[in-house]
């Protein structure tokens, strides 16, 4: 609060006790009047970050103003700010990743978690999607790319959740569906090409930018969005827990997956990031872990390759072939063509040409959409090379940054090359659940629980 002398104009700052005189003039506290203080306008360089965004937050003693988020956001993540009262974010992170001085981080939920993890009338599960493994090391100087797996779900049981399952059940999950609906597209000659939907950050820019092709995004849930509902209706039958007593919960290297699990059945994200965080909090010696087993919902590592751009396109197209023609398909039978900024994906199935088209960040496929109709099929991921270089990732030096995440690619795709479960319909726990509870894909029950309906946002931003 500031006051201003009426005989002299002195100001005086903070409030007025009494017996108070002006230093100037001598006059007393009721020759004084309260003035109007002028804020300092700042001319902020950086993304604003609304306080209830439900992916990120900034730490703003640590923000300097630099601009580095707002530049990722417009130039790679290509947010157009149409409208300044309605700022837009996709909550790709990418900008977590870009900050100089760690002022940006992801929602923290992992207290949370840890909490329920405590209340005894909770089971607590959960599913770890397949990018943590090659991150996670980075936070406790081992090697970038390095697999760990096992060690990640000895430190989970060592959090104390009940049950680590693999969300590479749920990625095969929607190989299966996805496979089944582009043959359904092709052979009806319905709404080509088709989109994956996996990353929410992409399906909630087609829903701003792009509403004319919500008829062209896949109606498969996301790995997560499947697996939660499966952990929800049928694993909580199984293992004979009350479903309202089941806590679940995504271990992610992506922040825009708080923003997905709204009103779903998933209750908590955490990031490779928060779990890093938990383990250090918690005294926990990661490099010295003994190796763990998923207790259960396993996949094959087709569901693996999900975590690097062109996975989910390598493991929808197996699927396709063994429908198309009862056998396996094998890498050689694919021919990759790389391009400026995207990859094809051809194959020939009898005597069918299958074109498709993997890209990732939305600068790129906005080069690719003017030629979106040469193709059947086309993978979509927000961030660099996939879910690997997710905004909850460990967060990486940018000298270095293509090479960690190549090493982080290829230490997923050598889990595939060595795999003894290659297919998605070879995967033990999948074919027990289309025996059990689905049937096949695509099938009345499939489709009540496995898929969903895409919206336009584009008037709520724009």
């Keep these: 609060m500031k006051y201003k002398c009426k005989k002299c104009g002195f100001i005086h700052e903070g409030r007025l006790s009494d017996g108070y005189y002006c230093p ?13 203080v002028q804020k300092e306008e700042i001319d902020y360089k950086r993304v604003f970050v609304d306080p209830d965004n439900p992916a990120l937050a900034r730490i703003e003693e640590k923000c300097i103003n630099c601009g580095a988020c707002s530049n990722t956001c417009i130039n790679t993540v290509n947010i157009r700010y149409k409208n300044p009262h309605k700022p837009i974010c996709i909550n790709c992170g990418q900008c977590i990743l870009t900050c100089p001085t760690g002022a940006l981080v992801p929602k923290y939920d992992y207290n949370k978690v840890l909490e329920l993890i405590n209340d005894k009338t909770k089971t607590v599960i959960v599913m770890t999607s397949p990018a943590v493994r090659v991150s996670l090391g980075d936070a406790f100087s081992l090697k970038p790319g390095e697999f760990v797996e096992e060690k990640m779900i000895t430190a989970l049981k060592k959090l104390g959740f009940k049950y680590v399952v693999d969300t590479t059940f749920g990625a095969d999950l929607t190989s299966m569906e996805e496979a089944a ?7 009806n000659d319905d709404v080509l090409p088709m989109f994956t939907s996996c990353c929410p950050s992409w399906v909630k820019y087609a829903a701003i930018y792009h509403s004319d092709l919500i008829p062209n995004l896949s109606t498969c849930k996301t790995p997560i969005g499947m697996q939660a509902t499966y952990l929800k209706k049928f694993f909580s039958k199984e293992k004979r827990i009350k479903s309202k007593d ?62 690097k751009s062109g996975g989910v396109m390598a493991s929808a197209l197996r699927c396709l072939y063994k429908l198309e023609t009862g056998s396996d398909l094998t890498s050689e039978k694919i021919l990759i063509k790389n391009k400026s900024f995207y990859k094809e994906y051809n194959l020939k199935i009898n005597k069918k040409q299958i074109k498709t088209a993997v890209v990732y960040q939305m600068e790129n496929l906005e080069k690719l959409l003017p030629i979106k109709d040469e193709f059947l099929f ?22 270095d940054q293509k090479g960690i995440l190549n090493k982080r690619s290829k230490g997923l795709v050598n889990q595939d090359k060595d795999s003894l479960v290659k297919y998605p319909y070879k995967n033990p726990e999948i074919k027990k659940a289309y025996k059990t509870y689905f049937s096949k894909p695509l099938s009345k029950k499939s489709i009540e629980l496995l898929h969903t309906k895409h919206k336009s946002l584009a008037k709520d931003f724009i």
């Excluded at 660099?384 to 460990?394: A, R, S």
């Design 378 to 399: 086309i993978e979509v991921m927000n961030c660099n090379q996939g879910c690997i270089g997710g905004g909850g990732q460990i967060p990486m030096p940018i000298v």
């Design 246 to 307: 089941i806590v679940i919960v995504a271990l992610t290297p992506c922040t825009a997956k708080k923003y997905e699990i709204e009103n779903s059945h998933c209750d908590y994200v955490i990031t490779t990031s928060e779990l890093a965080l938990a383990i250090r909090e918690n005294n926990i010696d990661f490099k010295n872990l003994s190796d763990s087993k998923f207790d259960s919902l396993n996949g094959s590592s087709s569901g693996i390759i999900y975590g």
């Design 181 to 187: 609906e582009l043959q359904e597209r092709i052979k």
């Design 24 to 36: 100037l003039c001598k006059a007393g506290i009721f020759d004084f009047e309260e003035i109007e």
